[in-house]
């Protein structure tokens, strides 16, 4: 039986959820979300849980139960608390700042780096410790506006410059040596 699968998903105080068909939809105190499942799982309510099963122990059908299962609780988290993944600018003259809802960063290009965020996702800047925050319901979102900013500027391994995640540990390597002798 499927660990992540077989647990059920508690859903808190001020959020409702609604199964029509294969389609579930929840809402919360920031909004609302829905989600088309497999339609080979079974989706119920029981108990203030949502439930997940399976018809069979196909290797297939172990996958998406597990899968199913995650995704409905990132909604339920996503429409309660929602996500947020944090980032930081390492560099001499790297910094990041907000022009409206515009994310404007300089990372050493002889261009600013310019971005908008896609709708439901918004940006914080604390430009004294050069830190980005993006936060928003949907985490697959998310995480994909994360490692696109930090595609920008990728940490390198001599001195670390780059945007790297608050919680990433980037390995240094040793430079060149004196050559000796000679």
């Known amino acids: 039986m499927s660990r992540v699968g077989k647990k059920p998903i508690p859903i808190p105080d001020k959020t409702q959820v ?92 002889s261009h600013p780096v310019v971005m908008v965020p896609p709708e439901g996702i918004s940006i914080d800047v604390r430009p004294k410790e050069n830190i980005v925050t993006v936060s928003g319901n949907d985490k697959q979102m998310v995480g994909q506006v994360a490692a696109k900013i930090r595609s920008f500027r990728k940490p390198e391994p001599y ?3 780059g945007v790297r995640y608050i919680d990433e540990h980037v390995r240094i390597k040793a430079g060149k040596t004196a050559a000796s002798g000679a």
Do not use: C, W
């Open 159 to 161: 001195k670390g410059k």
């Open 18 to 109: 609604s199964i029509d068909n294969q389609a579930v939809t929840v809402k919360g105190p920031r909004g609302s979300m829905s989600l088309e499942v497999h339609s080979e799982m079974a989706v119920a309510v029981e108990d203030n849980n949502i439930v997940v099963s399976r018809p069979s122990d196909l290797k297939r059908h172990r996958a998406l139960h597990g899968l199913t299962r995650a995704l409905l609780n990132n909604l339920v988290v996503g429409v309660t608390e929602g996500f947020k993944r944090e980032l930081q600018i390492i560099g001499v003259g790297y910094r990041a700042e907000m022009k409206g809802k515009t994310l404007v960063m300089q990372l050493g290009y």
